[in-house]
């Protein structure tokens, strides 16, 4: 498991020898640099940040903040430019060099940034130094990952995306946010809003899984949760929409690997999330490591400047990934640092994370006139927007605070928002003939498998300062659960690590006894991670084979998954009575599987990405395009294979529940849509089972003809809904022009006239259809993206 950074040995620095200093003191640093600055304070004059950053650039006007940025940038000295573009890690604090090391540098104002240094004590220290002895005062800005939790581990951000509730995504990223601000940090590496349709690449874990509309929904709901209503409230944290872009595209899902995408993909498919990001107000952007048709992102001017910036009017700060601008050197585009420093600072990327190139060549390069100031200033400037906007200026220690770090962390209420969306994002696959849910009156219940009993594994990947102690594993969960008379045996079994059978015989023998087995199976956290690409996706060590010798003594069997990618499980998809996909689910992840398991909760959360059968059949997604020759075809020369079906095994959307719903077919309000006219779309639900439950009602579009080839089936909207056992409801959507827009052939973004479907239901799979045309007599209509829509909400 990787707390905060696989680069980072040790992640708590030794706290800077200088003793901390009161608020004032701070208050007085910052008075000095504002009026070094020329200018009055920075609260009194800042405005509310307007509601968008693209309605900020419409209204521009010289504001309070530019007028601060402009005469501060006029009295820094290259050498302090250059370092503010210059973001250490807390290795680098404790590592070679030392923490006075680097207290020398932040006086000197030869770093602007650190990650991976936190608490609260620590982060104080450091700042006092930047904001009382460097020269111009000016405050650092401390970032991290922080990824699904801070000490309060909620799922991992795959799981969170199954239960299709933005809601529960903007709520956890609201309890990291006053988490991690307590302890001194202003900022998060996430959300991570990679589209990825290949389940090989270990990353897939830490995005909303391959769908370009869930991705965009849940962007948007993760930048509002972590910065909140004002970014400058001690409890908001900037956002970081990463990894830019299309990073999830990585070819053999190889991570960091090559990606080769069309401009149609890329807006299609990988930007959307990104740019509902930067409709939601991220503060900044990480460049991805990878290439993108030859350019790699930190170099990419078109990708970070003239699409980012200019395109979409997006105000803030692009990052580089971590020792990115060096990484163009292997790349093999910079001959040598200073080349990847001017490629780096040239197309757009502000701040250097880790690796040195700016700081080690900038401002020579720009005394010799080979890189203008005025580029130099423009990162600068963007940087100070940043920490201006934060509220640093006013008040550089913000919310750092040691009792805040007591007091407000891992609370009874995180704890119960934590297992609430934990409970939400379980996926009941499979439940033949009503396996479940289990009663808790059972004489005797089996649990097996090492995963069951393994608290760490609960709280997955990039788990921040989560405690495998805080956390509840699953086998306790149950335990907790049961009624007091059952006997709960555990067996380990067998463990995803090792090809060792020696545990199945005490397995065997704890089930044989039992009146129901509940085996726990699927990957270790780390299996699923960054740089943690995996050929084969089923499950590994000698896990299968348990399931099967269980299986054959032909006992109610409920196989619950953790795992944070797709697997392809065949045997199990096929075979066990009831199996459920828990995910990584943090530290309430017993409780929350307990609740689903002994029916507590009735399952809702349905898949964000598509369960392939095979690896072979990778990439496999729902929203493919057709051939000329479709699968379904009865003719034997079609696009398929020879040894499986062409199908998933599990398709984006599916969810089963406790309860049955029946879906009418979803009627229109009209047949005919016009140029600008909005499409009502209706569908009654109807609970026919004997328990309340929720439903995520899906409905999807298709276009059936264009002048480019389309989809044959795009998500547009969905709705959870709760409903007692026989009620009805109607879910009403309204679809626009936006909703049928693509980009034609000339990558002009157009509703064309012609013959549309809309697909409603309770998967990508299990619709009902109708047709309605869009007439045009003058042809395409053109629909330019814009904030504020469904898809960029
Ligand atoms: C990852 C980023 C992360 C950064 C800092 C990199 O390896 O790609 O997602 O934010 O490290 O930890």
Not at 520 to 532: H, I, K, L, N
Request: hydrophobic share 45%; aromatic share 6%.
């Amino acid at each position: 498991m990787r707390p905060t950074s696989p680069h980072t040995g040790s992640h708590r620095p030794h706290p800077p020898s200088r003793p901390s200093v009161a608020r004032a003191a701070a208050a007085r640093a910052a008075t000095v640099a504002l009026a070094l600055a020329g200018c009055a304070s920075p609260r009194a004059a800042s405005a509310p940040a307007p509601a968008t950053p693209i309605a900020a650039t419409a209204a521009r006007v010289r504001s309070a903040e530019e007028v601060f940025l402009d005469s501060l940038i006029a009295r820094m000295t290259l050498e302090e430019k250059v370092g503010q573009l210059m973001q250490s890690s807390g290795a680098q604090v404790t590592g070679p060099g030392g923490s006075e090391g680097s207290l020398e540098q932040v006086r000197r104002g030869a770093i602007g940034s650190f990650l991976n240094v936190y608490g609260a004590d620590t982060i104080r220290s450091l700042q006092r130094v930047a904001v009382e002895e460097s020269r111009l005062h000016i405050p650092l800005v401390f970032g991290q990952d922080v990824i699904h939790g801070w000490r309060t581990t909620f799922p991992v951000p795959l799981a969170e995306a199954a239960s299709w509730d933005p809601e529960a995504a903007r709520l956890s990223a609201r309890v990291a946010a006053v988490e991690a601000s307590a302890y001194g940090l202003h900022w998060t590496f996430a959300p991570m809003v990679d589209i990825a349709r290949d389940p090989r690449w270990g990353r897939i874990v830490e995005g909303a899984g391959e769908d370009p509309y869930l991705g965009s929904v849940l962007a948007a709901a993760r930048v509002r949760g972590f910065q909140g209503a004002d970014l400058r409230a001690p409890d908001a944290i900037a956002a970081t929409a990463k990894h830019f872009a299309a990073y999830g595209g990585a070819e053999g899902g190889r991570d960091y690997n090559v990606v080769d995408a069309s401009e149609r993909a890329l807006r299609e498919v990988y930007l959307p999330p990104f740019r509902a990001a930067a409709c939601a107000g991220a503060a900044t952007f990480m460049a991805s490591f990878n290439e993108i048709s030859g350019v790699p992102a930190h170099a990419n001017r078109w990708l970070l400047t003239d699409l980012l910036r200019g395109e979409w009017g997006w105000e803030g700060m692009v990052v580089s990934d971590w020792a990115g601008v060096g990484e163009l050197m292997p790349h093999g585009i910079a001959a040598d640092s200073a080349e990847a420093a001017r490629l780096g600072l040239t197309a757009g990327v502000d701040l250097e994370m880790v690796s040195t190139t700016y700081r080690a060549t900038l401002a020579d390069q720009v005394r010799r006139g080979q890189v203008p100031v005025a580029v130099l200033d423009e990162a600068v400037r963007r940087i100070l927007r940043l920490k201006y906007r934060l509220g640093l200026f006013a008040d550089p220690y913000r919310g750092a605070d040691a009792a805040r770090e007591r007091t407000q962390v891992l609370t009874p209420e995180h704890r119960a928002a934590a297992r609430r969306v934990a409970a939400e994002s379980i996926v009941l696959l499979r439940n033949e003939r009503q396996t479940l849910p289990l009663r808790r009156d059972l004489r005797t219940l089996a649990v097996i498998g090492a995963l069951a009993a393994d608290t760490s594994a609960t709280l997955g990947n990039w788990a921040a300062i989560g405690r495998k102690e805080d956390a509840v594993s699953v086998l306790d969960g149950i335990r907790g659960a049961v009624s007091p008379g059952t006997r709960v045996v555990y067996a380990r079994g067998a463990s995803p690590t090792s090809a060792d059978t020696a545990g199945y015989r005490a397995a065997v023998a704890a089930a044989r006894g039992a009146d129901a087995v509940v085996l726990v199976v699927g990957e270790t956290p780390g299996m699923s991670a960054e740089a943690r690409t995996r050929s084969r996706i089923d499950l590994p060590g000698a896990q299968l084979a348990l399931a099967q010798r269980l299986h054959a003594l032909g006992k109610p069997l409920v196989v619950v998954l953790m795992n944070g990618r797709p697997l392809a499980v065949p045997w199990l998809a096929e075979n066990t009575p009831a199996l459920v996909e828990a995910w990584f689910l943090g530290v309430e992840m017993g409780p929350a599987v307990a609740d689903v398991l002994f029916g507590a909760v009735n399952p809702s959360g349905k898949l964000p990405v598509t369960f392939p059968r095979s690896v072979g059949q990778i990439p496999l997604y729902y929203n493919h395009r057709e051939t000329g020759r479709p699968a379904e075809a009865l003719n034997g020369y079609t696009s398929k294979y020879i040894d499986v079906a062409w199908t998933p095994q599990y398709p984006f959307g599916h969810g089963l529940s406790y309860t049955t719903f029946a879906y009418s077919a979803p009627r229109l309000s009209t047949t005919t849509l016009a140029a600008g006219d909005s499409l009502g779309v209706e569908v009654t639900v109807t609970n026919t089972g004997s328990r309340e439950g929720d439903e995520v009602v899906q409905l999807y579009l298709r276009d059936e003809s264009g002048s480019v080839t389309r989809p044959v089936s795009e998500l547009r909207r969905f709705r959870r809904v709760h409903l007692r056992a026989g009620e009805s409801t109607t879910v009403r959507f309204a679809l626009g022009m936006d909703d049928l827009a693509f980009y034609d052939l000339r990558m002009r973004r157009v509703a064309e006239p012609g013959w549309f479907r809309v697909m409603t239901g309770s998967s990508s799979r299990d619709v009902q259809e109708v047709q309605f045309r869009l007439d045009s007599p003058s042809g395409p209509i053109p629909v330019p993206e814009r904030c504020g829509t469904a898809r960029f909400p």
